[in-house]
């Protein structure tokens, strides 16, 4: 089984609508979350940082559920320029600063 | 601003050859990783350096080798390069152990093994 586990879509979206994806991960003692974004064959780049009260960055709200070991994110009023492959990371505490990454999830907003 | 950068976008070898992929950053962090990614199988960790001179394994370590004689360079060494190595090579940096730190990338190599 895959440590961090997600959709890989691609989720189809209609610009201005409302996506949400999540991911999860097998690890109960992981410490930090993260959302990668990733666009075409470009390098990955920290979206959000996911803390345990759940948080929001504009149209992105990133939440976090412990005893279910899964993150979302939801991105609202979607702009074409949110095209990309969503990365979802995790930290172990124990790990040396080694992040864990899932697959990603492609998003394609359409006209 | 934190810089990433990789010594070749693009390469193309032989099966059997030695291939050497540099990457440097310019921000003092102590850890340095080495990646590649496949399509379906995402970032897959091949090694990493806590410090100078230290390296660990990832999760595909075989085929590969890793130095790290200064801070701000980590290199990742392909002793025979073999088909399947043809992949994205992604290298990275990340401060410390800082549970929130943000870990960058460089653009990324995209080796071709022929």
């Known amino acids: 089984r895959k440590e961090v586990e997600q959709d890989p879509g691609p989720f189809n979206v209609p610009e201005g609508a409302t996506v949400a994806f999540n991911c999860t991960y097998s690890?109960?003692?992981?410490?930090?979350f993260f959302w990668y974004r990733q666009d075409c064959r470009k390098e990955p780049k920290l979206l959000m940082s996911v803390y345990s009260s759940g948080n929001e960055d504009g149209r992105f709200t990133a939440q976090l559920n412990r005893a279910s070991q899964y993150i979302s994110l939801l991105i609202r009023d979607s702009k074409l320029s949110d095209s990309a492959t969503y990365l979802c990371v995790v930290n172990h505490h124990d790990s040396w600063g080694k992040l864990q990454f899932g697959a990603g999830t492609q998003v394609v907003v359409t006209p | 601003d934190v810089k990433v950068t990789q010594s070749s976008r693009y390469l193309v070898k032989r099966t059997g050859e030695k291939v050497f992929l540099e990457c440097v950053q310019d921000m003092d962090h102590e850890n340095m990783f080495w990646y590649r990614q496949d399509p379906g199988l995402g970032l897959r960790l091949i090694y990493f350096?806590?410090?100078?001179?230290?390296?660990e394994k990832g999760d595909i370590p075989e085929g590969y080798s890793v130095s790290r004689e200064k801070k701000e360079r980590f290199s990742l060494i392909l002793e025979s390069a073999s088909t399947n190595q043809t992949s994205m090579y992604l290298c990275a940096s990340r401060p410390g152990t800082g549970r929130f730190d943000e870990q960058y990338f460089g653009p990324g190599t995209r080796l071709t093994v022929t």
């Open positions: 690890n109960s003692a992981s410490q930090s």
């Open positions: 350096s806590y410090d100078v001179k230290m390296k």
